[in-house]
């Protein structure tokens, strides 16, 4: 097995890895969302006067709509077509009636879910010098002769790495570098639990370190639930088929760059 992704492994199973994680994803639940309260007043006439179009037009303005419905996606999109659907505006309008105002008012400033935060938190703690060097624009880490971490846009790192490294994959990416002289690109990845849209999220990962004749180290930083010890698909993968890749810890990160 890869002796970072069995560092890892251990790493997770005997040492204080969630505590130490934290550090990396501090995946505190944010407060409820400020609804607009102009526009809130607008849903609450639009309620007591029972005016269906306005009363879901102006909830449709909202980040979140109360009700789970599969039409409503093509509703915020197109904003005429509740003028051509008077059924589906009376439809949806009836059962926001039926929950009422409160509800209304409670589902709409419900707060964001954990793993939608997680994203930049990554990029959050590298610029702490979490690795022991500050990330760098990149006009500056282009002239850098030493150690280097790059900071920028999602594009950004998409363009560099295409245009420096021979980059084609379709993924972006959250981690370039250069260490001893060696580039080194990666995804970050925090997987929470097994199936779905996790499993998504790790062969995201994977597949960035499969891409083919890329002019730098290659390398999956994923953490949570792939390095408990069990069944599950993920660990198999990593302990098996993928036991020749670069997939650790963030955790372990820092002691893997030095040593290139």
Known sequence: MNYWTKL?????????YLDDLFQVYPTIPEGIRELNGGLWKDVEKAFEKRDNITLLKNLLKLDLFPIKDSYVAYLKRDKTALERNPATATRLSGRL????LDTIYTRCSEPKETNRQIGPLF???????????????????LKAKGNAILDASDA???????????????KGLDFIGRFNGKYVIGEAKFLTDFGGHQNAQFNDAIATIKAKNVKAVKIAILDGVLYIK???KMHKD?????????????????EFLYQL
């Open 123 to 141: 990029k959050r703690w590298l610029k702490k010098k979490s690795l022991g060097i500050e990330p760098v624009k990149l006009g500056k880490f």
């Open 97 to 100: 009636y039926e929950i009422g």
């Open 8 to 16: 890892s492994i251990e790493y997770a199973s005997q040492r204080s």
């Open 156 to 170: 950004e790192m998409m363009a560099f790495a295409r245009e420096h490294l021979n980059y084609k994959h379709n």
């Open 238 to 254: 990593i302990s098996g088929k993928l036991k020749n890749e670069n997939i650790m810890s963030a955790l372990v990160l820092r």
């Open 230 to 232: 069990g069944k599950n």
